[in-house]
């Protein structure tokens, strides 16, 4: 079965420490993985995909088919990405699995 | 610019009554979802449609239906809304790319 795991409900660091959010999927083809982030009070929107391997906002994904992983990550985290960050897979259709999230809280 | 808008953002309803949720997209994308959010479960789907009165069912279409005359237009219905069914509901719609746009949020609750 389709399944995205994301281990940590919350995840809390200080300003300028690294950031990984971790994600693992289970999919028996070849899926694409989003990650989605909701800042407070705005709404659901897409940070990056693996398949065009761009670093948003200093974010980066790495799909490891190996491990079956996509973990997000930045090196100096900042106030602003403080956030609620969901990991997402899609087989060949437009429907969307998400995992269970995780809040990033970084602190100053 | 994709706009995703839904009806309300914050909606109070008795348990028992007839519940309309409405999502218009003006980017004339074909695909449009309707999921449910909760705390430590994520987002979960309960409906989706591929076209004009085409809808397919998702993971949690219990006690849901839905309505999709107009291309830009996806209603979400609770025929009988419980408490169980208190919950913020996000509507989207998908581009060419898979890119999911989503709605601002209904934050429903049921008492």
């Known amino acids: 079965a389709q399944r995205v795991t994301q281990p940590e409900k919350l995840l809390s660091v200080f300003k300028g420490a690294p950031v990984e959010l971790k994600c693992n999927y289970s999919?028996?083809?070849?899926?694409?993985l989003f990650w989605y982030v909701q800042y407070s009070r705005q709404r659901l929107q897409l940070l990056l995909r693996?398949?065009s391997r761009e670093s948003i906002k200093g974010f980066t994904a790495d799909l490891n088919k190996g491990e079956t992983s996509f973990h997000l990550k930045k090196p100096f985290a900042q106030e602003e990405d403080s956030a609620m960050y969901y990991c997402?897979?899609?087989?060949?259709?437009?429907?969307?699995?998400f995992g269970s999230g995780t809040r990033l809280l970084v602190r100053p | 610019d994709v706009k995703v808008t839904q009806s309300s953002r914050y909606l109070v309803k008795r348990t028992g009554e007839k519940v309309f949720l409405e999502c218009v997209q003006d980017?004339?994308?074909?695909?449009m979802f309707w999921y449910r959010q909760d705390p430590g479960l994520g987002l979960r789907l309960i409906y989706f449609s591929y076209d004009v009165k085409m809808k397919e069912k998702g993971d949690i279409p219990e006690g849901y239906s839905v309505s999709r005359e107009k291309k830009e237009r996806f209603s979400l219905i609770l025929e009988s809304a419980s408490t169980n069914q208190t919950s913020m509901y996000l509507c989207a719609s998908v581009t060419g790319s898979y890119e999911q746009y989503f709605g601002p949020g209904t934050r429903l609750t049921v008492t």
């Open positions: 999919y028996s083809g070849s899926p694409e």
């Open positions: 980017m004339d994308h074909e695909n």
């Open positions: 997402a897979l899609s087989d060949s259709s437009y429907k969307l699995i």
């Open positions: 693996h398949i």
